[in-house]
């Protein structure tokens, strides 16, 4: 019978439909368990997997060889030592699976292919005033043809399937995108995973949270790898987050957890008042959205040009200086509940911005009333735009392959 690993004192849980310790579900999850290791430290060799799993050299060797051989790891070249034989790393093979990612946004949308080492392999994009159903899903049909023309026919098969990353009630934020009375009122009733399976059937479709997904993605597959703890907050049209415990994502009771954009913040106006209100209705893009087009600039130029925000000037100083001091607050009372150890920000915008962004938000922090409280570091996320998006397309991926199988979702 083969071992079962043990990690840090873990108990060992077998994902799907493998319960007890028969000899599938130790096999399973012992692969998964080794597929995680491998993507969290990027490469091993076999006598680094045995130490981390606690299995046997000769149990590591034949599940490694088992994986090669399923196309899922590729070998690296030897590394010499100054004994013994060389030690050969592993790592994922890109070409071992893939992920298909609906990303719904406020104002756009995401179809990507995602490979098993979180590359983006194709990518469509549509562009809106506000979300419709039909159109979402239309624009979906309508380009995944050619989305799955750019991977080889022959690796069709080692699709996983597809996961989408949305916000969640999105007919309640009709007032803030300034959209037509009811034009969000379809998604109350709309069954987006199932309307995604009729048209794509077999793959199995999977949804989460799109701030969850993007905080997902940074644990699994950015920076985050690198805290035990901390809390994410992604700011794209409107703000969201999530929390990362003992290594974990955590959903919370209601699998709410996170909601950051909901955090009470004092914003000051610019008549000089003052009032308590959401940190949402400050750090959130639209609020950038609305500068530009008060300064007589189209409000779809941020959409249009995700990647370069040259031009918006004033308008953009200004933005960034709201949404930093808004950040301070909130962070500042996140850490007076749980002492994390990092706080990371992310979201849709230009590399320079989030810099900007963030170290104008240390700046206000640094000022601010830290007493009694543990200090924790303030830092960029390292996947961008592209984090909800790659926290979709992982879905499918994580639910066949990973040994946190609820790490986005719950079956």
């Not at 199995?204 to 994410?232: H, I, K, M, Q």
Request: aromatic residues 8%; proline residues 5%; hydrophobic residues 45%.
């Amino acid at each position: 019978m083969e071992e079962t690993a043990a990690v840090a004192g873990t108990t060992v849980a077998f994902p799907g439909d493998s319960r007890g310790t028969t000899q599938t579900g130790v096999r399973l999850y012992n692969e998964r368990l080794i597929l995680s290791l491998i993507r969290r430290h990027r490469s091993l060799a076999k006598v680094e997997i045995a130490r981390l799993t606690g299995l046997s050299t000769q149990t590591t060797t034949v599940i490694i060889n088992r994986l090669e051989a399923d196309g899922l790891l590729r070998a690296g070249e030897p590394q010499r030592g100054r004994i013994g034989q060389p030690s050969v790393p592993y790592s994922l093979n890109p070409d071992g699976a893939f992920g298909l990612g609906l990303m719904i946004g406020r104002r756009s949308s995401d179809l990507v292919m995602m490979d098993f080492a979180a590359g983006i392999r194709a990518r469509r994009r549509v562009i809106y005033s506000f979300p419709a159903p039909e159109e979402i899903m239309t624009f979906a049909e309508r380009e995944m043809p050619g989305l799955l023309a750019e991977l080889p026919e022959a690796q069709h098969d080692r699709i996983s399937g597809i996961g989408v990353a949305m916000p969640f009630e999105l007919w309640n934020w009709e007032a803030d995108l300034q959209t037509p009375p009811g034009a969000l009122g379809k998604w109350r009733d709309f069954n987006v995973a199932a309307e995604l399976s009729r048209r794509f059937a077999p793959w199995p479709v999977r949804v989460s949270n799109d701030a969850t997904s993007a905080c997902a993605a940074e644990l699994t597959f950015g920076a985050g790898a690198a805290y035990r703890d901390f809390a994410y907050f992604y700011i794209g049209a409107f703000i969201g987050g999530g929390i990362v415990l003992n290594g974990s994502l955590f959903p919370g009771r209601s699998s709410n957890a996170g909601a950051l954009g909901s955090m009470p913040i004092m914003r000051r106006e610019e008549n000089g008042e003052a009032s308590l209100q959401q940190l949402i209705r400050t750090a959130s893009i639209y609020q950038l959205e609305r500068r530009l087009i008060a300064a007589g600039r189209p409000g779809t130029d941020i959409w249009l040009s995700p990647d370069d925000w040259s031009s918006f000037e004033e308008p953009l100083e200004a933005w960034v200086s709201e949404a930093a001091a808004a950040l301070a607050q909130a962070i500042t009372a996140l850490l007076a509940v749980i002492d994390f150890e990092a706080v990371i920000i992310d979201g849709a915008f230009p590399v320079d911005v989030r810099h900007r962004l963030v170290e104008r938000t240390k700046e206000h922090w640094a000022g601010m009333d830290r007493q009694g409280l543990t200090d924790a570091v303030v830092v960029e996320g390292s996947i961008g735009r592209d984090a909800r998006a790659i926290g979709g397309a992982a879905l499918p991926l994580l639910a066949a392959f990973a040994r946190d199988h609820d790490v986005l979702f719950k079956d």
